[in-house]
């Protein structure tokens, strides 16, 4: 039982440089989730998606974008890296229709902008 | 949008010792989950609360949600080195579509002294 898998697990970027944090989860879960967590700011919502080919942003989307093709994953792309997207990335699911539903993460993403 | 807050910010307990964190917000509160985080790793989950007055237990953690359902605590009798890590209080943004997201509170470091 994977659940929900993160890939990389760290990562090292000058700033300008693009990457794509991966993110897929094997419980057919219709809601998936991008947050960032960061000393002192707690976990912030950056996109959002209700399913395949829906996305929203979140609270911090600024310089980050998603997609949703697939129910399974849910990338988060950064076009360009700045220092200030220097954390820890986590992505999560749950299943939607009906909301108290347990949210379930990934192990994170170490993300350093340099 | 909802404001979880989470008292204390930190606490260092003695083994054996008893300790609760509180979470609270700023709005009703529709169902309301506590995770736990190691250093380092992601968000596990403990418990979800949904009715006011609901009580639950796992081992040696009790979670409650107050009868008006804008606050929850978080009790561990007889702490251990294994409780060690940060709780997280996270509640759903309210009811039907706008319950998929999740809110978190800041998050509550234990340290357990040996």
């Known amino acids: 039982n994977a659940g929900v898998t993160q890939t990389p697990k760290f990562q090292v970027l000058k700033t300008g440089q693009s990457m794509t944090l991966q993110c897929a989860q094997d419980m057919n879960h219709e809601y998936m989730s991008w947050y960032r967590q960061d000393p002192g700011m707690g976990l912030r919502l950056i996109h959002y998606s209700v399913g395949a080919g829906i996305t929203d942003q979140g609270e911090v989307p600024n310089g980050y974008n998603v997609s949703r093709s697939t129910t399974e994953d849910f990338p988060l792309r950064l076009l360009s890296a700045a220092p200030s997207q220097t954390s820890v990335y986590f992505c999560a699911s749950r299943r939607t229709r009906v909301a108290k539903n347990i949210q379930y993460f990934g192990a994170g993403t170490r993300l350093s902008v340099l | 949008s909802q404001e979880l807050e989470q008292s204390p910010q930190s606490l260092i307990v003695q083994e054996g010792k008893n300790l609760t964190i509180n979470c609270t917000s700023s709005k009703t509160l529709y169902g309301l989950y506590w995770y736990k985080q190691k250093y380092g790793e992601g968000l596990i989950f403990l418990m979800m609360l949904q009715k006011g007055g609901e009580e639950k237990s796992h081992e040696k953690i009790t979670a409650k949600l107050d009868e008006k359902k804008q606050q929850s605590s978080l009790h561990i009798t007889a702490s251990q080195p294994s409780h060690a890590g940060t709780y997280l209080c996270?509640?759903?943004?309210?009811?039907?579509?706008?319950?998929?997201?999740?809110?978190f509170g800041g998050g509550t470091r234990v340290l357990v002294k040996p």
């Open positions: 996270g509640a759903d943004e309210g009811k039907g579509a706008a319950g998929n997201k999740l809110t």
